[in-house]
């Protein structure tokens, strides 16, 4: 049997891989061709409902199935998430089922004649191997030298096999590398976060700000379709963005701010609303804690002040202030999703609260709705035990959860006898391209003692792992039950459409048996998901079968507004904190307080990115539906910076950051849509791994050239946009 190796080269599936003796798949290839994308003609045998896992968003979905093949996927008309629409991306889950480039069996790093190769393995033989070095890791080191990076719903079973370990590393990047601050800025001020879907009532809104969220390419299927519904009603949106987005094409106005000085902005619509007298003032007498302070805080930051630092000038800031008074509280800042910026963002994403608080928004129709949720109670097991790992707070006092960057970071050498994370469990993360500074990361891999690898596809991740597990996709497994806080309670179920096309397993099996390989079975009692699942929902009163058929429960509907005069929330002072006593207690500045951002050197522009449409970051980008509409990203240039630069649309360009780190070529778009100090790209192509056969190379990775972050001092946010670029021809490079 082979053992880990010091140093791990990447290793690409397939490439190397060395036969073993698993059976094959021969024939599945041919189901392929014609089953990638939605067929609206065939009469189908079945029908069967499940959830969607094109991203995190957990839209219903109606799968039809003809002779054994998913010929078509639709919305799930009973699901709430989904009222019968998927997004474009979640009619592009054929394509992820029949990729022909899937990992399909399990694999063994492992060294032959002096060079490394994957080992093809049967099930036992992996998981046997998986659960003796994760043993020997534990009994080296202790459990808190052991690690699960988690992306997704399937997640759950992996969280239970890392707790029965007696370890707390456990870490998602949707924490410091996405929403994280948004969650921290809500908790100091409401007691509450927004979570995920955002309990914001869309439907209902009369006017909403967007601050660089750029809904339209950031597809969630329900926010779309609530953003369709507030434009038939004829609502107003401002969009702020240095790039004139989907969104800003829908506004009434558009605020081409300064990237990095949104806070001086949000200040100032404080200013406004207070100096004016335009903030609902009976909802701040009766619900705001340190409105005072608060007042006096902003009394200098006016649209004036703002002006200088984000070049909006004064009459547009004032009238954007009043346009959101004249429709409150039936009117809010959207909170944002990927909010990770500048450093500053959980102080930003405390001014975006503290200016729908001026709203009188919250628990109000067309603000912010009060979410309910289906209680389905756990499956019985003992107690987990407390568990050892990473403290976050020993560096950043507030923060919620342990950084992906920072068990990152404690993961690479840092003397022989230092503490530090020895092992990694990756369930559906593809580390390197999601953490900032991509090579820190590989450098972190391999400093490791034992990577672990559950997925579905090859990613630059299973590259430094020691084993794959492959996973069965969406289409093909049941996943714990999703009862997502929403404006109605309700509880979906993610079942198998068809059988495993190939030798993969669901999360939930991979979990148990590992568990029970390492003496935890005792919390993974159940025969299997049907038993885990039913179980369940006895507990709640709800029938299995029922939910097998329809693929949801709703519960019912309880009030989602509140319109007593004083509501009650769950801060310290039971009110909403204008001024935070946490904070200051823990030593940050009480009220939200603009720093200027580092300006671009001459000659390079500041990096901006974000989302398309119809893909996911780089779970897609080898999507052979998906490709098909977006096959790659491209760089957004403003038109007067490409004439200065002798550059035309369509030009090949090649990146090169503050740090020296190239990337490219890439695809020109020359625009006026976007200010004269930025580029933008969309995030997760410029893939790296020659076995996606269809994303190799498309593009340009963004997350090569993030090598710098600002940390939010808060919570530990990864600030992503402080990174500038230079560019060139690409035959020049
Ligand atoms: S938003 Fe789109 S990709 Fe995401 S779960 Fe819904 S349908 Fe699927």
């Not at 370990?165 to 929403?179: H, K």
């Not at 190239?662 to 580029?679: A, F, H, M, N, S």
Request: with cysteine; charged share 25%; net charge neutral.
């Amino acid at each position: 049997m082979a053992t880990s190796l010091n140093r791990r080269t990447f290793l690409a599936i397939s490439a190397t891989t060395v036969m073993g003796g698993v059976a094959g798949t021969a024939g599945l290839a041919a189901l392929a061709p014609k089953a990638q994308a939605n067929d609206r003609s065939v009469k189908p045998d079945r029908v069967v409902p499940t959830f969607c896992e094109l991203c995190f968003w957990k839209c219903g979905v109606l799968a039809y199935v003809k002779d054994e093949k998913v010929v078509k996927l639709e919305g799930n008309p009973k699901h709430p998430l989904s009222n019968g629409k998927l997004c474009p991306r979640g009619t592009g889950g054929i394509g992820a089922l029949y990729d022909s480039d899937r990992l399909k069996r399990p694999l063994i790093r492992t060294r032959l004649n002096g060079e490394e190769k994957w080992r093809e393995v049967s099930w036992e033989e992996a998981l046997a191997f998986t659960a003796q070095r994760l043993s020997e890791v534990k009994a080296k080191y202790g459990a808190k030298s052991i690690a699960l990076y988690s992306h997704g719903h399937g997640g759950a079973f992996f969280k239970t096999l890392l707790k029965g370990l007696g370890s707390t590393n456990i870490v998602a990047p949707s924490n410091d590398q996405c929403r994280g601050p948004r969650e921290s800025g809500f908790e100091l001020t409401y007691g509450v976060g927004v979570g995920s879907v955002e309990t914001i009532d869309t439907p209902h809104a009369r006017c909403i700000a967007f601050i660089g969220s750029h809904l339209g390419e950031n597809m969630h299927n329900t926010a779309v379709q609530d953003m369709s519904a507030a434009s038939a009603r004829g609502a107003s949106f401002i969009t702020v963005d240095p790039r004139f987005s989907i969104m800003a094409g829908k506004s009434k106005y558009w605020l081409p701010i300064k990237p990095g000085t949104d806070t001086a902005l949000l200040l100032a619509w404080a200013n406004v609303l207070i100096e004016e007298g335009l903030y609902q003032k009976d909802f701040v007498a009766n619900n705001v804690e340190g409105f005072e302070q608060f007042k006096a805080h902003v009394k200098d930051k006016t649209p004036e002040w703002a002006y200088i630092e984000t070049g909006i000038e004064p009459t547009v800031i004032r009238e954007t202030a009043r346009e959101l008074a004249r429709n409150a509280p039936a009117a809010f800042v959207h909170p944002g999703r990927h909010v990770v910026w500048y450093g500053n963002d959980t102080q930003r994403s405390r001014a975006i609260a503290i200016v729908n608080a001026l709203l009188g928004n919250w628990g109000k129709k067309g603000g912010f709705y009060l979410p309910q949720t289906l209680n389905v109670p756990g499956y019985p097991t003992p107690p987990l035990p407390k568990g050892e790992g990473y403290q976050p707070r020993q560096t950043f006092p507030l923060a919620a959860a342990p950084c992906a960057y920072d068990v990152c970071d404690a993961s690479a050498k840092q003397g022989d006898d230092a503490p530090r994370v020895h092992a990694w469990i990756v369930y559906g993360c593809n580390v390197p391209l999601t953490l900032p500074n991509t090579a820190r990361t590989i450098e972190a891999m391999n400093a490791l003692d034992f990577v672990v690898v559950v997925d579905t596809m090859p990613a630059e991740v299973t590259g430094y792992a020691d084993v794959v597990l492959p996973e069965n996709t969406y289409l093909e497994r049941y996943d714990d039950l999703d009862t997502t806080p929403y404006r109605v309670p309700f509880v979906a179920l993610r079942q198998p459409v068809v059988q495993s096309l190939h030798d993969t397993k669901p999360g939930w099996w991979i979990a148990k048996q590992l568990g029970e390989k390492l003496g935890l079975g005792a919390f993974f009692p159940w025969q299997d998901a049907e038993d885990y699942l039913s179980t369940r929902l006895a507990k709640a009163n709800l029938s299995f079968s029922d939910l097998r058929r329809d693929g949801v429960i709703v519960g019912k509907a309880e009030p989602i507004y509140d319109d007593s005069p004083t509501q009650t929330f769950k801060t310290p002072s039971k009110k909403i904190e204008l001024f935070s006593k946490t904070m200051a207690d823990a030593g940050l500045p009480p009220m939200p307080e603009y720093e200027a951002p580092e300006e671009p050197p001459p000659g390079y522009f500041r990096l901006l990115f974000g989302r398309s449409p119809v893909h996911t970051f780089s779970r897609t980008t080898n999507n052979p539906a998906l490709l098909e509409v977006v096959p790659e990203n491209e760089l957004w240039l403003n038109a007067e910076m490409a004439r200065v630069l002798g550059l035309e649309a369509g030009t090949k360009v090649m990146l090169e950051n503050q740090d020296s780190v190239k990337t490219g070529p890439i695809t020109l778009k020359v625009t006026e849509r976007i200010r004269q100090d930025c580029v933008y790209m969309v995030h997760g192509f410029g893939r790296e791994d020659r076995r996606l056969t269809r994303g190799y190379k498309r593009g340009a990775s963004d997350a090569r050239l993030t090598t710098r972050v600002k940390r939010d001092p808060v919570m530990g946010g990864t600030g992503m946009n402080v990174n500038f670029v230079t560019l060139y021809r690409w035959k020049e490079a």
